[in-house]
Structure formats: structure tokens, C-alpha cells
């Protein structure tokens, strides 16, 4: 309703409707009958002038309804009253037998809550009486509970291995489909390897002509048709009529040492017809020996070229180089974090494959091209009396020389033919050095310090070779030797370099940046010499330590109120940094006493200046006392100008009088002047000890020229210096 009035109308309206079909009215809930029955008494005129006015002019039976609707409402606001007050009297009723007066007030709440205990104790009990269905009840419940609890178990159970089974279903789903396509794509290979291969497949009279085939005239025809599919082939292998995406592959296999076995069988056929002919004719060995050095040097720097840029390939090395001493922060840090084993293990395959490739290589030649020189390698010399006995020994390349007895020659050692075979060594393996070159120029550019390392493996091959037939290979081993001094010399002039930019830079305080840097770099340094490598390390460590020192004077001179602490927390700082190194590396040791030396002046300056700042009138007047003491008697001294007693007095006034506050001044003024607090400690100790041998040096001046004058004791001002 949209007001109480209109609620009233509604109400009226549905009490007419029951007093006239059920002859009575209902009992009302919830609406106050009393305040109904007055708004039905306000608003009957009302309502029966509205409805007169509205009936004017009607019909007579219109008329006789209206007066019955006018009659109803009236019975219903009586009937409304007089239910009010019935209500009201049976409160009424109800409360007089309840009336006991003012004074029975207790009796009355008593009575109230004996009859609340009562109606509590009524339902107790009545829940008492049902205890044994709540127990069973309560029974079901907890055995429904379980039940719940043991399902929500198996299903958690069932929807662990359902996920791993779902998992399992996509593993396998993956690895079927990646078998799937790994098999299209390898049928898809084979097809276009096959398609491929034809063209690399070449037909058998052409192989026939192409690698055994004679020069004689009527075969000329066919070596000709050859050579010409042979360069069609060849042509057809490249772009652009072969498909671009071919060009870059490449095909790596396991980097193995090259196999000269079926070369050295085949030349086994010549070896006895070459015996013969230095003996008929000397001088035709020599085109022929020049003609085996130029094919075969062609073969083997092939080989070693292929070797050395699969080798490089192959390993894997940071990509980013080894950074040390530079000027940013953690250069140093960076520098070392990296690992670059795999740079000198692959330099170190490298000497492992062809050192003895070639020492074999160069044993052969020499007795193949019949020269008289000691055999190189003596532990594989063939056995004469396994080939009189006709066994077969695969050692026995059946090349050593023989007399007319059929007995092996032995070799003069001091052979005039040592120096010809050398040269023609040179001629057989010149060339080949430039990819050991290679290898060594790749490891320095991705860690310099591997330059280490690659020195003393190259000091271990050295020392075991003889200066004999195989002198080309150590004159090879000497070339990388300098070679890798070379770089790495040129490594520490780039790390003096930086070290001397530091002295170009602004005014600089605090701990240099490469101190510590070369600690590191050191450490570095020391892990990776093999072999005989300590006087490459040597020099190094000499030439970079006496680099760092010349600079640290510089810097510090360039502002010499701040040197001697500059130069204090830097040599401090090398100190600290090496002291485990110095323990073991007798070249670090000598540089670690020179920093200790050069740090024990600069700490007796800093010193000497702060207790002259601070009493500057004691010991000024001590020095002119001494001074004195040279031209003329002691006990002349009292009466010269500003050396009397007066004068003493007064300067033991300002000098000694508030000690603790000039003491204390010393102290800040020294710990302001440091920015490491480490160093203070025993500095300040330094500091205390010296004035205290001054001051005592005071005190015995004092009491020899000018007696008993009152002063400081000595022991009081120990005790003065114990308190800070």
C-alpha cells in the first residue's frame, strides 16, 4: 500500500466480505485493532458522504446497497471495538490475578522464575527422553562421516593415477608423433640423399680411368671422356645448380689421426728399387725425393688444415673472451668465472694427432729415401730375423737398408746426410705450421691465460725430441713456443696498459681497482702452468707488479696531502690479497716485503705529520734544543732567545694542558683520514707508540738541559694514551 490509509480501506474492505459471507469476523494478527477501529470512526462520515454524494441521481436499488454497505461498515467498526475491548479486559483479567500489591514486587519476580526453572527443567527432561535417538542419530552421522571421508580418499587416489595416466597418454601421444615425424623426415632424407649420392656416384669405367687407368695412346680417348664427366659432376655440385640449402652442411665425424697405411704399403713396392738406385746413381734420388715432398706436403696440410678447423668447430668455449683488469667492476670476477679448459685440451689433441703424425712422417721419409741417418724411432725398427724366417711382422715396413749379404746397414750417427734430410724436411712439412699457428691464435683470443697452459704442453713435446731426423718437428715445437710467448706477453703489455690509464684518471681515493683484480688474476695464473711454465709466470708477474707499484706512486703523488694514505690502504690491500699466493710463490714473496717495506714508510710519514700537526710548538721546540746541543754546551742552551726556562714553560702550557682533548683530536683526525676501517686499529697502536718515544725523547731533553722544570711524566702519559 502506498499509506495506512489505504491499508485500512483494504483491511475494511475484506472484514465487509467476511462479516456478510461467514457471518463473523476473524481474529486480526499483527495490526493493532484498537488504532483500526478509531481510524474506522474518523473516516465513516466520510466515507458516507463520499458515497451519498456519488449515488445522487441513481436508481432506488442502487440506493438500498449503498445503505447496506453503510450498515455493514458500521457493524465492523463496532464489532472492531467492541474486540478491542474484549482484548482489554481479559489483560485486565489476567493482570488482577497478578495483583498483590507494591510490596510483594520480590514475591512476584520470584514466582517468575521459579516458573522459568520450571519450563526449563520441562525441557530438559523432554531432551533427556530423546538422548537415544540423538546417540543414533549422531551414530549415523559419523558413520556416513567415515564413509565420505574414505571416498574423498579413493577418489583422490583414482585422480592421482588418472593424471599420471593422462600424462603417460600425452608422453606417449609426443613421443609417437615425434617417432611419426622423425620417420617422415628420415624417409624424406633418404630420398634426398639417394637423389644426392647419384650425383657423387661415379660409373665404373670412368673410376677405372680416373684412378688406375695408363696414358697410353689408345686410352687417351676414354681418360679424356673422364675427366670431362668428372668435371661435370663436379660442376653439378655446386650453386646454383645444386640447391643453395646444401651449401653450408657439413659432415663431422669422430676427429681422429689420418691413416698413411695403405700409402706406406703401396711405397714398399718401390723401396728395394730405390736401395739400388743410390747405389748405381746418387744423384737421381734428389727429383725424387723433391717430388714425394711436394705431393705429400699437399696431403698433409690438407689434413692438418681439415683437423684444425673441425677441432675449432668442435669445442665448445665461452663466447664472450676473458676480460682482466679492466676498468669496470666486476671485469675481474667475469673474467674468471668463465671455464676455458676446453681451449687448451683442444691445442693439446692437436700436438697429441700430428707431433707424432709427423715424426712418423719424416721417419719414414728417411728411410724410404734411402738416407743414412740414425733411426728415429728405434723401438719399431724391423726384426731381421722374423723376415729370414719368413714370419710376417706388421711393424716391418721392409725399408731398412742392406748389403749385398742381405743384412741391414746401420747408420752412420754422425751422418754428413743429417743436414740434407733436414732440409728436405723442411720442404715436406713447410706450410703445416700455419694451422698449429691457428689453434693458438683461436685459444688466445677466447682466454688469454690459456696461453699458460698451451706453454708447458708445448714444453712437454719439446723435451722429447732429439735434434735428429726429426729436427723439422722440434723447430716447429720451438716456433709455437715463441709464438705463444709472443701473445702472451702481448696479453700483460695490454694489462699494463690498463693499469697505467688508471694514473690519467681523475683524483682517485680508496683501494685501486686492479689490486685486488691481480689477486685474482694471479690465483688464475697459478692454476693453469703445467710443465716447466714458472719463468713465462715469472716475468709476468714481474713485469705487472712492478707496473701496479710505479703507478700507485703516481696517483698518490699527483695530491700529496692525501699520498701516504693512498699509498697505506693499497699496499695494505696487496698484502691481503696475497699473503696465500706469497707462501708459495717465491716471486710474489719478494714483491709482498716490498709492498710490506713500502707500506711501513708511508706509515711512519702519516704518522710523523699527525703528531707534528697536533703538537707542533713541543717538538719544534725539541728540534731547536737539538739542533743547539751540536755548536754550543748544554748549559748554555737555558739562556738563548726562546729557549728559556720561560720559554719551556710556557710551550709545556699550551702543549700539555687539556692532553686528553689533543689526544682525542690526534684520534678523529686519523680515523677522518682513512676510508678503510680496518687499517685504523693498528695504525692508532703505531700512532700511540710513536709519540710516546717522542715524548720520552722530550722528557730526557728536558730533565738534561734544563733539570728539575716540572713536566708530564712519562708513565702518566702512557696511561693517558691507554685510554683511547
Known amino acids: ?29 499483527g495490526i493493532d485493532i484498537v488504532e483500526l477501529a478509531l481510524w474506522a470512526k474518523e473516516n465513516t462520515l466520510t466515507l458516507d458522504n463520499q458515497e451519498n454524494n456519488n449515488q445522487e441521481g441513481r436508481e432506488t436499488s442502487v440506493a438500498t446497497q449503498t445503505e447496506r454497505k453503510v450498515t455493514a461498515k458500521v457493524t465492523v467498526e463496532n464489532d472492531l471495538v467492541s474486540q478491542a475491548k474484549d482484548e482489554e479486559e481479559d489483560m485486565e483479567a489476567l493482570l488482577d490475578t497478578y495483583v498483590m500489591g507494591i510490596g510483594e514486587a520480590d514475591a512476584f519476580s520470584e514466582r517468575l ?101 695408363s696414358f697410353e695412346e689408345s686410352r687417351m680417348l676414354k681418360n679424356v671422356e673422364a675427366c670431362e664427366w668428372l668435371t661435370g659432376a663436379i660442376r653439378c655440385l655446386e650453386v646454383p645448380n645444386l640447391d643453395p640449402s646444401y651449401v653450408n652442411m657439413r659432415a663431422r665425424g669422430q676427429l681422429k689421426r689420418p691413416d698413411h697405411a695403405d700409402l706406406r704399403y703401396k711405397c714398399r713396392t718401390y723401396a728395394r728399387l730405390l736401395q739400388h738406385l743410390k747405389s748405381l746413381d746418387k744423384s737421381c734420388l734428389g727429383p725424387l725425393r723433391k717430388a714425394y715432398c711436394q705431393s705429400l706436403n699437399l696431403l698433409l696440410r690438407r689434413e692438418a688444415r681439415e683437423f684444425a678447423n673441425e677441432l675449432r668447430a668442435s669445442t665448445k668455449a665461452p663466447k664472450n673472451p676473458a676480460v682482466w683488469l679492466e676498468g669496470s667492476n666486476n671485469a675481474g670476477q667475469n673474467g674468471s668465472s668463465a671455464d676455458t679448459s676446453t681451449v687448451s685440451d683442444a691445442y693439446s689433441r692437436m700436438l697429441t694427432i700430428f707431433i707424432p703424425l709427423l715424426v712418423d712422417e719424416s721417419s719414414f721419409f728417411a728411410h724410404f729415401m734411402c738416407f743414412e741417418v740414425p733411426a728415429l724411432v728405434p723401438a719399431g725398427a724391423p726384426n731381421v730375423n722374423k723376415r729370414r724366417s719368413g714370419v710376417n711382422d706388421p ?73 735428429d731426423a726429426a729436427g723439422f718437428v722440434r723447430k716447429l715445437l720451438d716456433d709455437l713456443e715463441s709464438r705463444i710467448s709472443v701473445q702472451f706477453s702481448r696479453f700483460i703489455d695490454e694489462a699494463c696498459h690498463q693499469i697505467e690509464r688508471n694514473e690519467r684518471n681523475v683524483r682517485q681515493t680508496g683501494i685501486l681497482a686492479y689490486i685486488p683484480r691481480f689477486a685474482v688474476l694471479a690465483s688464475r695464473m697459478e692454476q693453469y702452468i703445467q710443465g716447466q711454465s714458472r719463468d713465462l709466470i715469472d ?21 700529496p696531502k692525501t699520498a701516504d694514505i693512498v699509498l697505506i690502504e693499497n ?16 716471486t710474489l714473496a719478494k714483491f709482498y716485503h716490498q709492498a710490506s717495506e713500502s707500506y711501513e714508510q708511508a706509515c711512519t710519514r702519516h704518522i710523523s705529520s699527525l703528531i707534528y700537526l697536533q703538537f707542533e710548538r713541543l717538538f719544534q721546540f725539541s728540534r ?67 709519540f710516546l718515544d717522542k715524548y720520552e725523547s722530550f722528557v730526557q731533553m728536558v730533565t738534561r738541559i734544563y733539570g728539575n722544570e716540572p713536566i708530564m711524566p712519562v708513565a702518566e702519559m702512557r696511561d693517558t694514551l691507554a685510554s683511547f
Open 571 to 586: 699496499y695494505a690491500a696487496f698484502q691481503n690479497s696475497l699473503y696465500d699466493l706469497a707462501n708459495v710463490v717465491p
Open 624 to 690: 731547536k734544543v737539538d739542533e743547539l746541543t751540536y755548536t754550543i754546551a748544554a748549559e748554555e742552551i737555558p739562556f738563548q732567545l726562546g729557549l728559556s726556562k720561560t720559554d719551556l714553560r710556557r710551550v709545556l702550557k699550551s702543549s700539555l694542558s687539556g692532553i686528553d682533548k689533543s689526544i682525542g683530536a690526534m684520534y678523529r683526525r686519523l680515523q677522518k683520514t682513512l676510508t678503510s676501517d680496518e687499517l685504523f686499529p693498528s695504525l692508532w697502536d703505531k700512532c700511540k707508540k710513536e
Open 113 to 213: 522464575k521459579q516458573e522459568l526453572v520450571a519450563l526449563e527443567a520441562a525441557n530438559v527432561y523432554q531432551l533427556l527422553e530423546s538422548e537415544p535417538l540423538i546417540e543414533e542419530v549422531l551414530q549415523g552421522i559419523d558413520a556416513a562421516s567415515a564413509t565420505i571421508d574414505d571416498m574423498d580418499e579413493w577418489l583422490r587416489i583414482f585422480n592421482l593415477k588418472l593424471r599420471h595416466m593422462r600424462e603417460d597418454i600425452s608422453s606417449i601421444e609426443s613421443r609417437n608423433n615425434g617417432l611419426e615425424m622423425q620417420s617422415v623426415n628420415n624417409k624424406g632424407l633418404v630420398e634426398e640423399l639417394e637423389k644426392l649420392l647419384e650425383r657423387l656416384r661415379i660409373p665404373q669405367e670412368f673410376a677405372a680411368s680416373l684412378t688406375g687407368g
Open 1 to 29: 500500500m502506498r499509506n495506512i490509509d489505504d491499508r485500512n480501506r483494504l483491511l475494511f474492505c475484506i472484514l465487509n466480505i467476511c462479516k456478510e459471507i461467514l457471518s463473523y469476523l476473524p481474529k486480526v494478527v
Open 539 to 559: 716475468k709476468a708477474y714481474t713485469k705487472l707488479v712492478s707496473t701496479m707499484f710505479t703507478t700507485l706512486e703516481k696517483i698518490a703523488q699527483s695530491d
Open 395 to 467: 711393424d716391418d715396413d721392409d725399408l731398412s737398408l742392406m748389403d749385398p749379404d742381405g743384412n741391414d746397414i746401420k747408420p752412420d750417427n754422425t751422418s754428413v746426410e743429417l743436414g740434407t734430410l733436414n732440409n728436405a724436411l723442411q720442404e715436406l712439412l713447410d706450410g703445416i705450421q700455419e694451422d698449429f699457428y691457428a689453434v693458438v691464435d683461436w685459444a688466445y683470443k677466447i682466454d688469454p691465460l690459456r696461453c699458460i697452459s698451451m706453454h708447458g704442453i708445448t714444453e712437454r713435446y719439446l723435451s722429447g725430441q732429439k735434434d
